[in-house]
């Protein structure tokens, strides 16, 4: 698996120009922008969330995964998507208040994006190539080591709290 990645990694840098997923920017949910450089040395997970989604008491998990491993050196990014059914109809701002008062979440929130089709977001186009198929449906996870590398990723039905996730985020954090 890690040669597919790695092919995935060249194929993608060649058709994106980008080595790293820290060679991105992304707006944060308040519409800043947010550069991903600003998680170089850390272990960071990328999730395509959605609040009306069978999936979405991931949140909880999620939270708790940030609060658990942040000290660490660990950070968890939320990226808003309505690609799949139509769940993930609201602004930025009734996302942000949605995740805030239902789920607690203090992890950092970006801007609503596509990660499918054709208006795919440049991340998620890398993301995708990295690990050779497309996302399927939301909440989909991608681990990505201190130096910006794709080195997992989780089905939306693997939980944030599942042993695969937990050992491989400590695995990524030695």
Excluded at 66 to 77: C, M, P, S, T
Excluded at 137 to 142: A, D, I, L, Q, Y
Excluded at 146 to 152: F, I, L, M, Y
């Amino acid at each position: 698996m890690n040669k597919l990645l790695l092919t995935g990694m060249v194929m993608t840098a060649s058709v994106f120009g980008a080595s790293s997923v820290h060679e991105f920017t992304l707006n944060s949910i308040d519409g800043k922008p947010a550069p991903l450089s600003a998680y170089q040395g850390k272990v960071v997970l990328i999730v395509n969330v959605a609040s009306r989604c069978g999936f979405t008491p991931q949140y909880a998990g999620l939270e708790a995964l940030y609060e658990k491993y942040k000290d660490r050196g660990f950070v968890i990014l939320g990226f808003p998507a309505n690609n799949f059914g139509g769940q993930e109809p609201g602004t930025n701002e009734e996302i942000k208040t949605f995740c805030s008062t239902k789920y607690n979440v203090t992890f950092p929130m970006y801007s609503k994006i596509s990660v499918k089709g054709d208006d795919k977001a440049p991340l998620y186009q890398f993301l995708t190539a990295a690990t050779g198929s497309e996302i399927q449906w939301n909440f989909t996870k991608f681990l990505v080591d201190k130096s910006g590398q794709v080195v997992a990723r989780f089905e939306p039905k693997v939980t944030p709290e599942s042993p695969d996730v937990t050992s491989a985020i400590e695995k990524a954090l030695r």
